[in-house]
Every structure is written in C-alpha cells, then in structure tokens.
C-alpha cells in the first residue's frame, strides 16, 4: 500500500490528518471515513513504531550460541557425583508405520553450561524458578582478560581492571550482564587443561581464573549489575576455599552463569543476552542455553 496515496484518498473524504514529527502519524477522523479507515490506522500505527522498535529487528543481529552441548564430556566439578547421561527409550520405525525416537536424561544441577541461583551459596536466596526475566533477558559487556591469563592461569579480575574497561568503554549500566572472557573456552572439553587438574573427586589443586572479590563487590554493589558469568568452570577462582565471589553475589540475588562457550565472538558491549534456565522448582542451578543477539553491522550506512 503506497502511504501518501492512502492519506491523500482519505483526506478527500474529509478526514484531517496529523503528522506528528515524533511519534509517526495521528489521525483525526470524521463522519462516513471512520470505518473505511481502521485498517488504515493499524498500518499507520505499526508504521510509526518501527523507528523506536528497530533495535529489536531479529533479522539486523547476529545470534551467537554461548552454550557448549551436553554430552559424555561435559564437564562437572571433580566432586559431582554423577554427570550427564542420556538413555534411549525409542528410535525407529513403530508398529504403525511412523518414525519415533525418545530419550531420557540426567544431570547434576550444576555441570555444563549452567546458571547458579543465588540459593546455591545463600540461605534464602531465589532458586533457579525465581530469577526475574529481566535478569536474563539483558544488555550485555565483556571483559576480556585474556592477556592476564596467558600470565597467570589463576587469575582474577580485579576492580581495577573494571575501571579500565569503563575508561575504555563508558561506565557500565545497572542491569546489564557482565561476561568475563579467559580465553579458557578453548580447553573445553579437556578437564586438565580447563580446570588445571583432573583428578577424580579432588577439588583441592584445581587451577583456573575468574573475578575477583574487589571486581564483583564493584559490580553488583556499586555498579548494581544483574547477572555475571565466564568462561571457567566457576566464578570463583580454581585455587578458592571461601567462594567468596559466589556469596557476594548470591546475597544480591545475582545469578551467576559458568562454562560459557565463544565469547571470543562477542564485541565488547551493544548486545542482548538470553539466558534461559531449565525451570527447576526449587532449583538451586540448571543447564541454560545462552545466546547474544548482536547487531550486524551495516557497511553500506
Ligand atoms: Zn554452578
């Protein structure tokens, strides 16, 4: 439908039209018109919002998938007591005549790419069923301390590193997500490598970095962020005793999300992150699949 002939016809039939600058376009309608015209007004209306909705146009962003798969090598923490484990029930032609294939699984809550709910490290905390969606449907940063870690393989992000990247970036926003980038997503799936010791049922020599306690206290006490999460297996660091990262967070109802996969696809700040968690009631964590929507960026302006 051409838009100026439409309002043109209209106005004939003596309808006023309004062009607000703003918002699109308003109506004013009068006498026999009206009815002629609400199909009119819905286009108009959609019309006018495309400007302030264009941010969310699905076919202007890149989906980048942040999750590794579930399967015999996922990783769990060297104490878990059990991993992943998929069991077919059906596969193949039935009776009938149709194709059918079921499994059933089973996993430890926390393994994988996974969320821990702030119950996992605070009494009282929301279970994995009670985070609020705006916790994990969000603005998006990475940090990226790649360079540390190639140094230090226990590395933590510290709150001087923070306010390096907002001198490099702005400050960043309340309510955003904030991904740690290590570089360590390139050792999944190998457990020596990415937790720096595989024996089974140790988790005292485990060697790999993540935040620090000035970094998270800066984070979600100051700059009051929503979520964070990493590329490592914990938000602690490998060597921790006192998971004080964990606590910090977990006592400002911050999720947490671990075993983050290509972050290295990521820019440093402009995306959206959903991070939606298996809905366990009562849940103190549980696989989730992550995904940034990323703006392409258009070349020809
Ligand atoms: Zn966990």
Redesign the pocket.
């Known amino acids: 439908m051409n838009l100026d002939n439409e309002l043109a016809r209209i106005a004939k039939e003596e309808v006023d039209v309004v062009i607000a600058k703003s918002v699109g376009v308003v109506l004013a309608l009068t006498g026999k018109a009206m009815r002629k015209s609400v199909c009119l007004i819905a286009l108009l209306v959609l019309n006018s919002m495309s400007p302030l909705t264009s941010g969310f146009d699905l076919g202007k962003q890149e989906i980048i998938d942040l999750s590794h798969a579930y399967n015999k090598d996922t990783i769990y923490?060297p104490t878990s007591p059990s991993k992943f484990s998929l069991k077919q029930l059906a596969y193949g032609p039935t009776e009938a005549g149709f194709f059918y294939s079921a499994n059933t699984f089973a996993t430890p809550?926390?393994?994988g790419t996974?969320?821990?709910a702030p119950i996992?490290f605070h009494a009282g905390g929301q279970t994995v069923d009670q985070i609020p969606l705006e916790q994990l449907i969000l603005p998006g940063i990475v940090i990226d301390v790649t360079n540390k870690t190639m140094q230090d393989r226990n590395y933590r992000l510290t709150r001087e590193d923070v306010l390096m990247f907002e001198a490099a970036h702005g400050q960043i926003t309340a309510g955003s997500a904030v991904l740690l980038r290590t570089g360590w997503g390139k050792y999944w799936p190998d457990v020596k490598k990415y937790l720096g010791d595989d024996t089974p049922g140790d988790a005292s020599k485990l060697k790999f970095p993540s935040f620090g306690e000035g970094a998270v206290r800066l984070l979600v006490e100051e700059r009051k962020v929503a979520l964070i999460g990493l590329d490592t297996a914990?938000i602690d660091y490998g060597p921790s005793k006192d998971f004080i990262v964990h606590r910090v967070a977990a006592e400002h109802n911050i999720p947490?999300i671990?075993n983050l996969a290509n972050l290295d696809k990521l820019p440093a700040t402009g995306f959206i992150l959903i991070a939606l968690p298996i809905k366990i009631e009562g849940g103190s964590?549980g696989p989730v699949r992550v995904v940034a929507l990323v703006p392409l960026v258009n070349s020809g302006g």
């Open positions: 923490w809550e926390h393994g996974h969320i821990d996992h914990s947490g671990e964590g």
